[in-house]
């Protein structure tokens, strides 16, 4: 957690620049995205408005940046609605997070000089001020730019943390990843794949299905919107059991994966990305199978691991420099594409994790 110039608390590893103290001039050039009225159930790109923004000048420890690539994350759902069970809610007129890389144009800041590309979490805005406490250097890795928000961001660590600290998967065990071809989910089914597992990934529609089994290797891909019976899918792709779950996605489906859990079984919760949108759900996971098998079922939130996110880059890094994993970007382009790819992506749309180049 940390305290912001507006005194707002943002539950997040980087602070949020949302608003500026320091007078500006207003241009054409500079734009927000701003929450326009609540969402009642599915979120519509019409809850958002595009709208102009002051360009500000950096105070002595700032810089003012132009984002590149902006992030559009399944969490800013939750932050709709008002009350929000994750952080704090964005308010009405005010601008959803979001993680960045942009170029720094103007800088007071010795560490980050104008032309230098960063990533901070600072919302969707097409400019921003940000302290230097808020921001590191892309290009430290030997990635490419989008990989920065992909792989060496939130997605990717959630994912990194996920699979190596809580399901441990081994030699030849059966792994279960559910939205396995979505940001987090397809860099961990790929973690749990390197591992030695057998993987099988759980996603919407055939061309996922194809990406998780032709592009990333995994086992197998159930198209959970295709089948008429999921359990017996999942049987017929995990006779043993599954051994460890990785859960983006809660509901009925994770019920129907949980009745199938070996002795000993690990699960991660991740993500409950089926009840976001869902008026007033309080799904649960149904947790009998839990007791049965003896399993150890594992709440995750990425920013717990803060204090570790250079190794864990590192080692991501390596792993895609070696070509032994291969991060997915899809990118819609435009600023004013933001709300459009963001309804997307709760939706299905995207194949690995979607970003909206500015
Ligand atoms: P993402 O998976 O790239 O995109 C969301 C995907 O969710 C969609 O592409 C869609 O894929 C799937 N989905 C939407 N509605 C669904 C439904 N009713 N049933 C099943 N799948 C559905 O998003 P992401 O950024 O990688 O986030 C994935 C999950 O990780 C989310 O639950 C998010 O909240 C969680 N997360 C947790 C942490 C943490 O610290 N614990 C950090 C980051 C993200 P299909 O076409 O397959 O339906």
Known sequence: MCRLRNSRLVHASFCVV???????????????VVLKRRPRGPVQPEDFSVEAAPVLDPAEGEVLVAAR??????????????????????????????DMVAEVIGSRAAEFPEGALVVGRLGWRSHAIAGCAALRLAGMHGVPVPTELSLLSSSGLTAWFGVTEVLRPRPGETVVVSGAAGGVGNIAAQLARISGARVVG????????????????????????????????IDRLCPDGIDAYFDNVGGPLTDAIL???????????????????????????????????????????????????????????????????????DIVEGFTMLPTAFVGMMRGDNVGKRLVKV
């Open 202 to 233: 759980i996603a919407g529609g055939p061309r996922k299905s194809a990406f998780l089994e032709s592009t990333i290797g995994l086992t197998g891909a159930i198209d959970y919107k295709a089948v008429t019976d999921i359990g017996a899918e």
């Open 259 to 329: 009745t199938r859990i070996a002795v000993g079984a690990r699960v991660v919760l991740c993500g409950e990305i089926s009840q976001y949108d869902v008026l007033g759900s309080e799904y649960r996971p149904r947790l009998g199978p839990i007791a049965d098998q003896r399993a150890t079922m594992t709440g995750l939130l990425v920013s717990d691991f803060v204090h570790r996110y250079d190794e864990a880059r590192k080692r991501l890094a390596g792993l895609a420099r070696s070509g032994t994993l291969k991060p997915t970007e």
């Open 18 to 32: 949302t608003e500026c103290q320091v007078k500006g001039i207003v241009t054409s050039r500079s734009s927000v």
């Open 69 to 98: 690539y902006i992030t559009v994350d399944p969490y800013v759902r939750a932050m709709l609605d008002d009350p929000s069970f994750f952080g704090s809610p964005v308010p009405l007129g005010g601008v959803p997070p979001g």
